[in-house]
């Protein structure tokens, strides 16, 4: 694990040598700059993201609160956790630092105590922050998820609503094609009964290559996949999908499962016609 990286600004040496002896000796990176713009130099060339800044206010050219502005205005930085330092304590300039997103401020004379203190709290208010949106992230990827799961299981529905009164294997085919096409997919049905094979095809003829593979996969168990294909096999009926989303796992998952309801739909009709 890298270690926690700390950036401090302060255009006074000694108040800078003091800072660096006291956050080094509790175990962090520390970086420094002697004022506002080095700081920006040395943000902008950092090879990873800074742990927490710790900034002078009162200092030439770009102060502390410019600085932090700054920093929370940039997508790549506006998460790092700022700590001011300043001899000015009143509720104004507090309210300043907090305006321009300041994470909290230590006063002059520096307390090494007090700096480390405050430096374990925002950088744990940080990953505490980052890990709650993560678990929102998280819950909003299973909520949408789960809309297109409904979304998606409602052209099941539709498909059983519009197959209820079919009278041909050609009409059920139909239908099918209009449900797997809602789906993106493109597919091949084969029906069969103790009298004769159908295949249908929306898009063109069924290739005796296509034909051939059904057959060939009626023994490979209820689901088969190879390569970008999968077939569904029941007794009555196999249904070749042609371009399953592989390169998405959780809708390829998805996919299987509503094709699975749809085929157990189509089942039931098939044997009506049968």
């Known amino acids: 694990m890298s270690q926690i990286k700390i950036l401090i600004v302060d255009d006074d040496p000694a108040i800078l040598e003091l800072l660096d002896i006291y956050i080094g000796e509790a175990g962090y990176e520390v970086v420094k700059a002697e004022n506002g713009l080095a700081a920006i130099s040395v943000i902008e060339q950092s090879e990873r993201t800074l742990d927490a800044i710790i900034s002078d206010v009162e200092m030439p050219e770009v102060n502390g609160y410019e600085l932090c502005q700054m920093v929370r205005e940039s997508t790549k930085t506006r998460d790092i956790p700022f ?160 371009n399953m989303p592989l390169n998405d796992t959780q809708k390829y998952g998805l996919t299987k499962d509503i094709l699975g309801n749809l085929c157990d739909a189509v089942e039931s009709r098939v044997k009506l016609l049968s």
């Open 83 to 242: 700590l001011f330092v300043s001899a000015k304590t009143s509720l104004e300039e507090k309210l300043k630092g907090y305006s321009v997103g300041g994470d909290d401020y230590i006063t002059k004379p520096v307390d090494g105590e007090e700096v480390i203190v405050k430096l374990k709290h925002i950088i744990d208010n940080k990953v505490k922050h980052l890990d709650l949106n993560k678990q929102l992230a998280e819950s909003r990827n299973t909520a949408m998820q789960a809309m297109t799961y409904t979304s998606n299981l409602g052209c099941v529905l539709q498909f059983m609503q519009a197959t209820a009164n079919v009278k041909k294997f050609e009409e059920l085919a139909d239908k099918l094609f209009d449900a797997t096409e809602s789906l993106g997919l493109s597919v091949v049905v084969q029906f069969r009964t103790p009298d004769i094979i159908l295949n249908y095809k929306r898009e063109g003829q069924v290739t005796p290559l296509e034909d051939n593979v059904i057959e060939l996969a009626k023994s490979k168990g209820r689901i088969f996949d190879f390569e970008a294909r999968t077939i569904f096999n029941y007794q009555d009926f196999s249904l070749l999908i042609l």
